[in-house]
Structures are given as C-alpha cells and as structure tokens.
C-alpha cells in the first residue's frame, strides 16, 4: 500500500482503527527517505533507531487501547527546535556537532501525544534565507525539479513534504519562512498568531517575530497537528496565556457571506501575469463558494521590507552573540587570546549571509543610529500594525499572492543580498503585526506550483483554516504531488 | 602624596551592586547558594544554550519595591527589561539583560550624618540586571577557567547623584545602603564576599567651579575602608595631575589594596558601545497599585524612623540612636533588653560597651550572643536595684557569657549581693581604720589622697561587694570624727 | 548609503566577526546594498504611534522565588569545547569587563 499517500488525517484513523501499525508506517517513510532524499538533501539527520523505537512504543498503546492522540504518526521537525539527545544544528556549523542538552516544549507537546520523529530537517542557517541555499549542510532542492530552490528558510520541511518522505512537518516562520517554502513546494503552510506557539527550545533568530508553525498537504492536516503544537508555555514569556485552540471545530463550516479583503497596495506591485492570473481564479472561487471581495487599504505596507531588514538583523545580532565557542559549538583552532578566539570562531563558524545580517544589526543599534534606525523601524511596526487592525473591521481575511513568483533556479539570486529579500514582500507583513498567515497552493506555471496567502486577524487560526479548507474542498491543487 | 586640597572639591557618584538573597535566579530556577562546585548551579538558561528563554522571578519586584520606598523614590509602572549587549566569557548571551529606559525605582534620596550636620544625597535610579559569572586564572597556565554559578544572580544596582563630597560621606552613603538592604532582608550586603560591590565616579574642580572635572571611574573596592582610601587616593591623584600640567583621562581604574592605588583598566581598541535595546523575549512588567502597597505594607521600621523614634522615646543621644538603629538585630536586642531593665542609658553603655566587646572577641553576631537580651535585661536590672554594683556585674556578666546561667543564680552562687546594710558597713569600715593606725595619722594630717585608700580596703574586705555609696558616705563621717 | 572602511572595522569588532582585508570591499559593497532600505524608512510619518517592541499588548508574567534546577553539570558540560575541573576553558582573560 502506498501508505505515504494516505493524508495524515487517514493515516492516524488507519493506526486506530489497526489497518496498519505505527511501525510499518514509520519504516515505509524510512525506506522512503533512504531512497529519495539524496535527491533533495531534505534532511540533516534521519533519527532511524529512535523514530522505530517510538513507533513500537506506540504500536504496544494501541494494542492496550491506551494511545495518545496523535499516536504513531510520522513527523519531521525543522532543525531549529532542540530535541534532546538529538543533534540539533540549525543548519551551521556553529552547531554541527551539537546535541541539544534539552527539548523544546513543540518538540515534547507533540512527543507527548504520540507523534513519531523521522529526523531533523535541513534549514537556511539560523532560520536567514528565503531559498535553502546557505544551510552548512548542503543545499535543498525542490521536488518538483531539483534545478530549482524550494524556498527557505524552512526549506527542508517543505521539500520532505512535498515529496512525501514524511506526512507533515514541522518548520518556522520570521518573514515567511513557512509560507514561501509552501508557496514554492505546492504545500500548505500556517504560521500562527505571535504568541500561539511557545519558543522554548526553538534556536532564536528574531526574537519578536519567530513563530513556530507546520508545513502539510492540506488545511485539515495543519490543523491537526498545529492544535497539539499550540498552548501556553510558562517558560516562554511571550507565550498568550490561552490553551490550546480548537483549530477542527469550525474547519468544515461554509464560508458564506464572509469577506475577503484585496489590499489595494499589494496588487499595486508589478507581478508576472500568471500570478496574477491565479489569484484571480482564486478570488473567483471563493466567490463561487459565497464570499465577498472587498477592497482595503494598507497603506504603509511598502514600508514592510526595510522593517524587517532593519528589526530582525538587530534582534539577531544580539541573538547570535552567545555562539562565541566558550561552552558548546564550534570553536576555531589554537586561539592565541579570547579576542582571537571570538573574531575567528565567529568568522568561521557563520556562514556569509548570517555574518551580513549580524552586521547590518549591530550597525543599526550602534551608537548614533538606534533613533534613525530601530527606533524608527519600531514605530513604522505600529503603523503597518494598525494598518491591519483598521483593515479588519470590514473584512475576515486578507488575501494576496504568497510569493511574487514559482521556485527559481539555485544560483539564480546570489549576487545582490536585496534581490532574495524580495521574495518575502507579501509575507512580511504579518510577522510585523503578529498576525496568523496561511499559503495554500492555487496554481502552477511551468510545471512549478504557485501559493496564495491569507491574512487573518490575532488569534483567528481557525478561520484561516476554514478559508483553507473551504478552497481546498472545491479545488484540486493541494492534491498534486510532484513525481519523484 | 600629600596634596594640598584646600582649593580643590570632589564630586563623587556611586554605582553600587547589590546581590539579592532571592532563593533562586532573576530568570532562571536554578539556585542562588554561595560557595557551590563550578557550574553546578548552572542551567541551561544560565549557560544561555540556544533556544533557552528567561523568566521573571516575583520576588526580586518586591525587593526592589521596598528599597526604593526606603530611599524615598518613585516605583515605574511598566518598567522593561534591555539587552547590554558585550562579549565577555562570564558574560554566556553575549548580552546582559538589565534595565534602560524605564528602571523599576527612579528619583529618591538618602540623607547622610556629616561633620557639618545632616546632608541629602540623590538617588538617580536603582535598577534590576543579572549577575555575569566568574573567571579563574590560578591553576591553569595561560588560560582561565569560568564558572557560570553565579551568572544570573538577580542584582539592584544603585546609582547616587553626584553629589557626595568626600571620602567620608561616600562611607557614610555606602553604610546607609548597607544598613537599608539589610532591614529590609534583601541582602546580606557582604562586600568582602561581593553580595555589595561599590564603584566610584570621583572627579575634582577648583573650589567654586560650576563646571564638572572629567571622571574616572573606580572598580575592586570591596570595604568600606577601601572605598574611603581609594577615593582619597583618587582625589589627590587627579589634583596631583591637573596641577602638574595634564589632563585626566575617563577612563576605568582598578583599585589596588596592597599598594593603596589606583591603575587604569587595559584599555580597549574601540570604546564599548553596548547597542541598548528592548529585550523582546520579556514583557512590560506593569506593577498594580494594590501590589506595590501590600509589598509596602510588609516593611519593616528603616533605620532613620527607627533612630528617631529611639531619640524620642527613649531619650538617647542622636549620636547612640543612630549607632543602635544602623543593624537591625542590635536594635531589636536593644528594645528587647529595655523592656526588662526599663533603663535605656545603662541597656545602650551595656550593648555598646561590654556585649560589644565579647561578641568581637568570638567573631560573633548579636544574633548568637551568648547572653540573651532578657538575661542582660535582668543584670542590667539588679544594678538598677542596686542588688550588685557595676563593677561586680561586670564579673558576673562575664561568668554568664561562659556558663549561660542568670544572673540571680549566679549572685546566690557565689554570694555576690551586693552589702547595703549601714551596720554590716560601718562594721568593716571600723575594722579596716583599726588595721591601718598609720594612714589614719596621715589622712587625719592632710593627705586627702588617702581616701581612696580606705575605701579600696573596704572593696577588698568586702569583696567588692559593699555599696560603693554608702561606704563612701560612712568612711567619711568617720574619718571626720 | 556609503559605508566606511573604518565602520565596517568597528562593527565587525563589536560583533566579534573578524573579516579579512581581501574580503573587505565586497562585503562593503553588499552590507551598503542593505543600508539603501534603511533610507526608506526616512520618509515615513511616525510622529502619531509609539515605537512596538512586543506584538502582544500584555504584561510580563511572573514565577515563584523557588529552587527548580538541580545540578545537570555534566549534561550540559558534554558540548563544550574545552572543560576542566568543571570550568569552561579559554585563553587567559586580563582585567575585568566595564
């Protein structure tokens, strides 16, 4: 049976009610992973033994009718979240070696209800990228065909999924890092609400803007595993103090009368016609399933890349400065004092674009800049915040296209450092307000597959995904898998 | 060096660094216990491993609350943490999380006993921030080995206007926050083991000069005596420079206890910018109204209400008062011993005085003195009763140091009541001018001095234990005779 | 937005990144490719909003003054590149921090 074809919603009733064991299913992934990934480098480290010895334990539940919700269930988990006892390298070599001394709370929520770990998954370093290309380990390639980049930073996950080595993974987002890879690997991509995932244990790169989310095949596959990911976290302090959403309650329910918001200065952007060819035929289908179209304006969205640019490098400036090879990770060789000892375990334990952004933030929050720069990108924030808010009076959700094309070619975009950054221009935004955003397929070019993203408003996960579903239930395009 | 200083002013500000005795971290649960092996109260968050985040623990908001209503300051409400960003390896984020814009406790002050009188000292802001870790160089040839315990330790750091004037006020301000943490039990403020450290800004003007001097800055002072003699080091270094025809340079200095110096710190290639910025992985903390006056409600009586009510209530001198009001434990022992003995004089000549002298003996604090203050209390109250002189109490006191007894049974003992009976008196006094026919002649013929002859022989003839008065009284009707 | 060679050596010290004289001028150039985006905040009308350093409109919340942690010394020590007698090893550190 090719039970990798099963969605993870079919694959969990098919463990309970016995039609296969946790086991068979772990293995079938496993053989997968072992003959495809060369293919696509989706994985930094395959946890073989472990993940078969966590399916057994699960098998041995069912079979005393004691399982956990989500029970022998295959997962990969981006290599940004400590697992203990696992190496856990962000995808450099300043952790190449690095065995996580704890678990992050993702890791151990999802350990807790069953959930079995393939491995690790490949990542731009230290979660800076929009195309899996600065990872120590090697670069990703997109399954659809491996000339081309599958996005980043959560590369890997995205690439494992689409080509089906594992039913869902689990990955982040600072400026797009979920949403992109999906846009560009066919998938569906959620990241949540800032404050719904806990960030313990999840290796930080901007502290105010990374949310840990899922890449899967469907709405109903997220919700699934996004609902057993979420919940507050006494040891994140920035954790919302609510439990965990109910992301399946309201997935099937119509969208009738909701309404769709278009953002005027969005679709303002030059963008090759076939993107915006399939939003249209997006927008058409929602309307068909009885949604409104309404335009809205947010008008300081133009404003959303050189934020980010400027508040993530500075937050990760400060982020990145306890990796000076002390007391775990890389440490350069016979330092001859602890000043030789930082700059060249520094310089050579990061890779060219984590050593720009550091750069570009420490200049930012240096001496005579901090008012010009950080403070001033700080209060542009509450301008494309309240942008949002105000938007969300009249409409549900706010829809563009996720990327402003399909998947380039590897190689393609490394001269000017600015030209990859213009690849999360729709993205952005949502990290900026802490808002929930979605990538759902809508479409394809070339033979490469296209993304639409919805924005909704704090906390509404669960509408998001019943636009999900709703699209997904009337179309095709999250059903194509790539032939590998 | 002996500068002439008469035409010069200081203008001292201190920075000083108190370790809060919370059980456990400012934002990790790892344990706070001096003197642990390296690393060993160190977790994952104190290691700054990644992915690790902080959280705030509750008590260190209502430490810093109370000192700052001690020292007569406003509390912020919200206050935030910020990133201080610098690579030191004791220092294991690259970063310390302390406070910028908005610190818990702002705009207070301290008024200080000087020479001239009372004087106001401002305090700028106390804030809170986490302790760095220590480097050890001993045993490990070219290298330094650091241990993490102490990184995270949750510390108020105290600034003061810069308004003190000399060595002696500085001293004077530092044993004021000592006392205060001390009262208010969010310290031990032991400087010898670094639970408070003091750095000095120290600069000189001309006197009358309007326009600040540049500044150093002192660090490694770790007495009050030190602060003293580094400042006045400081002082008369800078005076010595500006006259010989240099100019002082900011920078950081080291105090050196061996030599009574001060040398700069190495200096750095480029000065430290420390890119102050909102720390993100913590929140506003908004301190509620009911909150701050629950914690107020909880303090103790601070030195200075405790001094004026002693100089009120008890009639002490303000210079006694302020000597018994500086430790809380001796004060409460003080107010203990005056509820039995009802005589505030004789308890302060007492607790000062003697108690004082034994408990410096054995290194002992008031706390574990071997005598309790309602057994000085009772000794103190049998002198009043005139039941043993002072002289003989003092004796008794020492015997119940060592055998712990009270003082009634160990007058009965020893048979030390003190002889007031005139007969009984009269009696000894007869016999002591019996045996001594010589002085008599002598005393008789105009050697005044002799007196106290006879009365040490009647001491001694009694054992000490006659009433000093009457044997005066007595052998001087009888040597008139 | 031109950035200085001298700049360039003083933010690559205080970020403690040592960056080698024939790769100077390329990173320069990169590093002021970013910088042309800061300019475009200048524009912006600010003077109405403060500046948002948290997404969350809430108050930081608390844990009890309690011992959690026990000794894991060796659990966390296994990483480290140099360790003896329980300390971190470095090259010898001179003087205190600022």
């Known amino acids: ?484 | 060096m002996n500068e002439n200083l008469n035409n010069w002013e200081a203008v001292i500000g201190l920075e000083i660094h108190v370790q809060l005795s919370t059980k456990s971290k400012l934002f990790s649960g790892a344990s706070t216990n001096f003197g642990a092996l390296p690393n060993t109260q160190a977790c994952n968050i104190d290691l700054a491993m990644p992915g690790v985040l902080p959280v705030l623990n509750e008590e260190v908001l209502k430490m810093a609350i109370k000192l700052g209503t001690a020292l007569n300051a406003d509390i912020n409400s919200p206050t935030s943490f910020a990133r201080k960003n610098y690579f030191y390896p004791d220092s294991p984020k690259g970063y310390q999380i302390s406070q910028m814009d908005k610190p818990i406790v702002e705009g207070g002050y301290l008024d200080i006993e000087t020479e001239s009188g009372t004087k106001r000292i401002g305090v700028t802001r106390a804030h809170l921030e986490e302790d760095a870790g220590k480097s050890l160089h001993d045993d490990f040839e070219g290298q330094s080995g650091i241990d993490l315990n102490r990184a995270g330790t949750p510390l108020l750091e105290i600034v003061s206007e810069p308004e003190i004037s000399t060595p002696a006020e500085a001293v004077a301000y530092l044993k004021s926050i000592h006392s205060i943490i001390r009262y208010l039990a969010i310290s031990d403020g032991n400087m010898a083991e670094g639970s408070m450290r003091c750095d000095a800004n120290v600069s000189v003007r001309k006197k009358g000069d309007l326009e600040l001097g540049t500044r150093t800055e002192t660090k490694n002072v770790n007495s009050f005596r030190f602060v003293e003699k580094a400042i006045q080091y400081e002082i008369e270094r800078q005076v010595h420079e500006i006259e010989s025809g240099n100019t002082i340079t900011q920078e950081t200095r080291l105090y050196d206890s061996q030599n009574n110096t001060t040398r700069p710190m190495r200096s750095k290639e480029y000065a430290n910018d420390y890119r102050y910025f909102p720390e993100p992985d913590l929140l506003p903390i908004t301190l509620e109204k009911d909150f701050i006056e629950s914690v107020i409600n909880d303090m103790p009586e601070m030195p200075n209400e405790k001094k004026e009510r002693f100089v009120s209530k008890f009639s002490l001198s303000n210079y006694d008062a302020d000597l018994l009001a500086a430790d809380k434990d001796i004060a409460n022992y003080f107010e203990e011993v005056v509820k039995i003995s009802d005589s505030p004089k004789l308890s302060t000549n007492w607790i000062m005085g003697e108690l004082s002298a034994l408990l410096n003996n054995e290194n002992l604090n008031i706390k574990d003195s071997k005598v309790s203050s309602d057994k000085l209390g009772q000794l103190i109250l049998r002198i009043e009763d005139a039941t043993i002189s002072g002289k003989i109490a003092k004796d008794i006191f020492e015997k119940m140091w060592i055998s712990g007894k009270e003082v009634d049974e160990i007058i009965q003992d020893e048979g030390l009541e003190q002889v007031t009976d005139d007969k009984q008196i009269e009696a000894m006094i007869d016999e002591v001018i019996k045996s001594n026919p010589e002085q008599l002649e002598q005393y008789r013929s105009g050697k005044d001095r002799l007196f106290g002859f006879f009365v040490g022989q009647v001491m001694q003839a009694s054992k000490g234990k006659a009433n000093p008065k009457q044997v005066n009284d007595i052998l001087k009707s009888k040597l008139e005779k | 937005m031109a950035l200085s060679d001298k700049e360039l050596k003083e933010i690559s010290y205080l970020a403690r990144i040592n960056v080698k004289e024939e790769s100077f001028s390329s990173l320069k150039k990169e590093l002021e490719q970013i910088l042309t985006l800061f300019e475009e905040l200048n524009e912006a009308d600010t003077s109405s909003v403060d500046a948002m350093s948290h997404p969350l409109d809430l108050s930081q919340p608390t844990r009890k003054d309690e011992v959690t942690e026990e000794n894991k010394r060796d659990e966390l020590l296994k990483n480290a590149p140099s360790v003896k007698s329980g300390l971190f090893i470095v090259p010898k550190v001179i003087d205190g921090e600022a």
């Not at chain 1, 390298?89 to 992050?104: D, V």
């Not at chain 1, 596959?221 to 965990?244: C, F, Q, R, V, Y």
């Not at chain 1, 990770?329 to 000892?341: A, M, Q, T, V």
């Open chain 1, 1 to 484: 049976m090719d039970l990798h074809k099963l969605s993870l919603k079919e694959q969990l009733e098919g463990l309970k009610k016995s039609e296969f064991t946790s086991v068979e299913l772990t293995s079938h992934y496993l053989k997968r992973i072992s003959k495809h990934d060369e293919k696509f480098n989706s994985f930094i480290t395959v946890t073989e033994e472990n993940a078969l010895m966590q399916a057994k334990a699960a098998d041995e539940r069912y079979k005393k009718d004691k399982s956990l919700p989500l029970d022998g269930v295959p997962i990969a988990h981006k290599d940004i979240f400590c697992t203990k006892g696992v190496r856990t390298t962000c995808g450099s070599k300043m952790l190449s070696n690095f065995e996580a001394p704890y678990s992050s709370t993702v890791y151990t929520k999802l350990d807790e209800q069953g959930m079995v770990m393939l491995g690790k998954t490949n990542m731009d370093e230290f979660a800076m990228g929009s195309s899996n290309e600065t990872s120590y380990f090697g670069p990703v390639s997109n399954p659809w065909d491996t000339e081309y980049v599958p996005g980043g930073s959560s590369g890997g996950s995205a690439s494992c999924v689409s080509a089906e080595l594992a039913p869902i993974a689990t990955a982040t987002d600072t400026g797009g890092s979920i949403r992109q890879p999906a846009s560009l690997c066919g998938l569906t991509g959620i990241k949540p609400t800032y404050g719904r995932v806990s960030r313990y244990g999840m290796i930080a790169f901007a502290s105010s803007l990374d949310q840990g989310g899922v890449v899967a095949r469907s709405a109903e596959d997220a919700a699934l595993i996004l609902e057993g990911m979420s919940g507050h976290d006494p040891k994140d302090s920035t954790s919302l103090k609510l439990p965990s959403p109910d992301l399946t309650k309201n997935l099937k329910d119509s969208i009738q009368g909701m309404k769709i918001g278009l953002p005027k200065e969005f679709f303002e952007q030059d963008m090759p016609s076939y993107v915006e060819q399939s939003i249209q035929e997006a927008i058409e289908t929602y309307k068909s399933l009885g949604a409104e179209i309404v335009e809205v304006s947010l008008k300081n969205i133009n404003l959303s890349l050189p934020i980010y640019y400027i508040i993530a490098p500075a937050e990760c400036s400060a982020n990145l400065s306890r990796y000076d090879g002390v007391r775990y990770g890389y440490r350069c060789e016979d330092p001859k004092d602890i000043e030789d000892l930082y700059m060249r375990t520094r310089e050579e334990g990061f890779g060219a674009e984590v050593k720009r952004r550091i750069l570009i933030g420490t200049y930012a929050l240096s001496a005579g800049f901090y008012d010009a720069y950080y403070l001033k990108a700080q209060k542009c924030r509450q301008l494309v915040a309240n942008d949002f808010t105000n938007a969300f009076e009249s409409v549900d959700v706010i829809l563009s296209p996720t990327t402003p094309g399909t998947a380039f070619k590897a190689g393609e975009k490394s001269d000017d450092p600015t030209e990859m950054y213009l690849q999360d221009i729709f993205t952005i935004p949502a990290n900026l307000a802490g808002l929930p955003g979605i990538s759902i397929p809508c479409g394809e070019h070339d033979g490469l597959p296209l993304g639409m993203q919805l924005v909704g408003n704090s906390l509404q996960e669960d509408k998001l995904l019943q636009f999900a579903h709703s699209y997904q239930s009337n179309t095709d395009w999250h059903k194509k898998m790539p032939n590998i």
